[in-house]
């Protein structure tokens, strides 16, 4: 399984920008989703996940009520809307697949995409 993530850039505090992950595994559709972030200096942190059929989402505290994660499944697409963006958003985003489905912070996620990198100036 290869992750492809895209849609990164620079924007000003307060803006938009939607991130994109596309899936070549065949699997994709019964796979759990999620996007990570990881600052200089700083852990990886889990940001948001959705299970394998996008009935259930799952967001940190940090982003919950900014971000939207979706997915489409006939597209093999995991998507990351980000809203009102902050400066302390700035960090290279990475999607990843859960082979169990579940798409939640505590899963051991079995692959991993190279990152896009989002800059939020202030």
């Known amino acids: 399984v290869q992750l492809q993530a895209s849609g990164g850039g620079l924007v000003q505090a307060g803006g938009s920008l939607r991130l994109s992950c596309v899936s070549s595994?065949?699997?994709?559709?019964?796979?759990?989703m999620g996007w990570f972030r990881q600052a200089p200096g700083k852990e990886r942190e889990f940001v948001a996940g959705?299970?394998?059929?996008?009935?259930?989402?799952t967001y940190s505290d940090s982003v919950k009520g900014r971000f939207i994660i979706s997915r489409d499944n006939a597209k093999n697409t995991v998507y990351l809307q980000m809203n009102s963006l902050k400066p302390e958003d700035t960090a290279v985003y990475h999607c990843?697949?859960?082979?169990?489905?579940?798409?939640?912070?505590?899963?051991?996620?079995?692959?991993w995409g190279q990152g896009t990198q989002v800059t939020v100036s202030s």
């Open positions: 990843a697949a859960d082979v169990t489905g579940w798409g939640t912070p505590d899963r051991s996620y079995d692959y």
């Open positions: 959705i299970n394998w059929s996008g009935g259930r989402t």
């Open positions: 595994g065949r699997t994709f559709s019964t796979n759990g």
